[in-house]
């Protein structure tokens, strides 16, 4: 067992399935870091043997025991209404309430250091450096505009395990009241307020293809993040837009035709 892990979580069949790509494109780039997927009880066992086969160590994580009231304030409805994403869709098996068992990461003490990364992304090339980051560490959540470096997004991000951390954490999460607008990213940002932050490369969010494609440059990304809407959804509003990225994640997901990444063209301006 090394003392780095690559960290995911999983909390449905759509997740793992996605998971598969995630995976597949950490193996890929030589790491010496365990691969470990934190599953909650809602995730098949069959779902879990094609991870298994990539090489990931599978670890159940059970949803946060929260009070019925919090619950009630972060589930998909009530929290969709308060606090609507209005850049993007969500898909229907997206269950905000789940994202906090993220927080299950700091339990996994047998580890010195973690990078965290969100089942709907894909590494391209070795990010074992990041394991030498402070906690915390995470990319600002930039999409659409420079203003946006102020926020982190909890896609990718770096943590060193500890019980005591869990423990305090669990004690600021769930008060009367309280609300976390984007669930684990909000509460994230308000836990570790000095957060240091990684290039946006590490963490580059698909909608950066079409609003700022000036910043988009393979030679430089690193992790490619599919918020909002996933690159395997039937449905997929933007797919014509994104299709390179949507291309991108089926090679990876099946192993098959993976791309010279320095290689591929840059999006148009207008794109």
């Known amino acids: 067992m090394s003392e780095n892990a690559y960290v995911t979580l999983v909390t449905n069949h759509d997740y793992a399935d996605a998971a598969i790509a995630l995976v597949r494109s950490l193996a890929l780039t030589a790491t010496d870091a365990d691969i470990v997927v934190m599953h909650t009880g809602a995730v098949a066992d069959s779902d879990l043997e094609p991870l298994r086969a990539l090489g990931a160590l599978c670890v159940e994580a059970a949803l946060l025991d929260t009070s019925p009231a919090f619950n009630a304030r972060h589930g998909r409805a009530r929290l969709h209404a308060n606090a609507p994403f209005t850049k993007g869709g969500k898909p229907a098996f997206h269950t905000p309430l789940d994202n906090f068992a993220k927080l299950r990461l700091w339990q996994l003490d047998t580890y010195r250091n973690c990078v965290f990364i969100d089942a709907d992304a894909i590494v391209l090339r070795n990010i074992d450096r990041l394991f030498g980051y402070p906690e915390f560490s995470a990319a600002p959540n930039v999409?659409?505009?420079?203003?946006?470096?102020?926020?982190?997004?909890?896609?990718?991000?770096?943590?060193?395990?500890?019980?005591?951390t869990f423990a305090s954490m669990m004690e600021r999460l769930d008060q009367p009241d309280i609300f976390w607008r984007r669930t684990d990213q909000t509460?994230?940002?308000s836990f570790f307020p000095d957060w240091h932050g990684l290039p946006v490369f590490d963490n580059m969010l698909q909608y950066v293809w079409f609003n700022m494609p000036e910043?988009?440059?393979?030679?430089?990304?690193?992790?490619?993040?599919?918020?909002?809407?996933?690159?395997?959804?039937?449905?997929?509003?933007?797919?014509?837009?994104?299709r390179p990225l949507i291309d991108l994640w089926n090679a990876y997901r099946t192993g098959e035709d993976i791309p010279d990444i320095d290689a591929l063209a840059h999006p148009e301006p207008g794109s």
């Open 143 to 164: 999409y659409e505009t420079l203003a946006d470096f102020h926020r982190l997004n909890s896609g990718v991000f770096t943590a060193k395990p500890s019980q005591t």
């Open 215 to 242: 910043l988009w440059d393979w030679k430089s990304v690193r992790v490619v993040h599919y918020q909002y809407e996933k690159p395997w959804q039937a449905d997929h509003p933007k797919r014509d837009r994104l």
């Open 187 to 189: 509460f994230l940002q």
